[in-house]
């Protein structure tokens, strides 16, 4: 045990003179210093008080943003702006973007579409619901029999539309589903998408 803290200390005595000379002077490092941060070039934004009125109600992201190279940020942009002019919806130049380049009204006026299309077709079902009752209880109610001939064909149109609708109901809700994990997945904020 004596031997090894003997010879532990005789290697260290060794190398503490090479470990200063590398080290250099607190001058040469700070000059070290400053040319690494003469060569960093990133861009920074810094926020005061007279922005903070203009950043008031946009979304808090935390984190390093995924910076494209700029010929895919140009295309992104254009595609994502042709989507959204496509919609009908204008973007304007402080409005926050996704991934793709469309913009949170973009998202907003698309799921709102497609949620509207939903409720339109749950009412349409409820609507054929009421008009089966009603012309269920006029069959049932009619003596004549060409009569409730008559009703029972539109009790069966009435079960194809219904199926129809169920159909088109299906797919709808499908497609709105599809949509949020598209912008999920393109990076729209949960704001944007949720009612």
């Not at 700029?70 to 919806?89: D, F, L, Q, T, Y």
């Not at 926050?96 to 469309?102: S, Y």
């Not at 709102?112 to 009752?133: F, I």
């Amino acid at each position: 045990m004596k031997l090894a803290s003997i010879s532990l200390i005789a290697i260290l005595a060794y190398l503490m003179p090479t470990i200063a000379a590398d080290s250099g002077s607190l001058a040469d490092l700070a000059k070290k210093e400053q040319e690494r941060r003469a060569k960093i070039t990133s861009e920074t934004k810094v926020i005061t008080n007279d922005d903070s009125d203009k950043y008031r109600a946009g979304a808090v992201t935390t984190g390093t943003p995924y910076m494209e190279p700029p010929a895919e940020k140009a295309r992104a942009e254009k595609a994502g702006s042709e989507a959204a002019s496509a919609k009908g919806v204008e973007a304007s130049p402080d409005e926050p973007v996704d991934l793709q380049g469309r913009p949170e009204s973009f998202w907003r006026q698309t799921m709102s579409d497609a949620r509207k299309q939903v409720k339109d077709l749950e009412n349409q079902g409820d609507v054929l619901v009421l008009k089966l009752n009603s012309l269920q209880t006029k069959f049932y109610s009619e003596d004549n029999g060409f009569k409730q001939q008559e009703i029972q064909t539109e009790i069966n149109k009435t079960f194809y539309e219904q199926d129809l609708i169920k159909e088109n109901l299906k797919k709808a809700k499908d497609q709105l589903d599809d949509l949020e994990k598209e912008a999920r997945k393109s990076g729209a904020l949960p704001g944007w998408i949720n009612p």
